[in-house]
């Protein structure tokens, strides 16, 4: 096996729960805390095996990212969120319009090949309501949102939304000063529920085929590679 170790901009280790990664242009996007480091991707990919690769720069975030997608030239950067040791901001925790309460945001950024580390704008063009517990997602060919939620060893979930953005937003949330549209996954647009393994996290949409990944196949969860864990699974948005 090959792999190149990405480290922070100081040099060491990265040893932060990197919940995210994806990849626009020539750049690679880790989530990082509360930023999202930037990587060459040129650099990762021709770098030599078990060598070191530092970031070319780091994108500010106003919460703490646990995963991160790329699609359309827009960036999508989500939070997890579990009352007992993953707080999110009380601004996080809104009501929607179906009468349940989100506790979680989904800030979606307009990229740029051309712009400094892919960035258009510094301020996200609008911010998606979610439920907790969300570890990825992405987008189909026909609009919809999969989003991935799990902790521990109960059965992970996957939510199919319709897109709420065909519709105009009524509603605003603030990040710092700015009045970004708000637009809600909730049970207003869910369309399907599916239960799968525990711990799903990153989850992908090639050729109308949706790939699941799992944490659970790493050493410290070591039970999920004795129950199929350390595989990638998939099935059809159909």
Known sequence: EEYVNLETDLGDADTNHAGG????????????RESVAVYSLEAVMSEPSESSVKPVGKFPLFFEAAFVHAEDDLLYVGEFYREENYPTAESHHILTPSGET???VIAVYELNRDSEFGFADTVPARIYSIPGLAQGMCLTS???IYLSASYGM???????YANPISTESRDKFLVETAEIPLY???NGNIEKTI????MSEEIAYVDE???????????KYIFGKLTGNNKLFSFSEK
Do not use: W
């Open 21 to 32: 990664i994806t990849v626009y242009g020539n750049r690679v996007y880790l989530t990082s």
């Open 142 to 144: 026909d609009g919809k």
């Open 195 to 198: 239960s799968v393994f525990p």
């Open 209 to 219: 085929q949706i790939y699941v990944m799992c944490e659970s196949a790493s050493n």
């Open 184 to 186: 809600f996954l909730d």
């Open 102 to 104: 989100n506790t979680a």
């Open 154 to 160: 109960a059965d992970s979930h996957i939510y199919i």
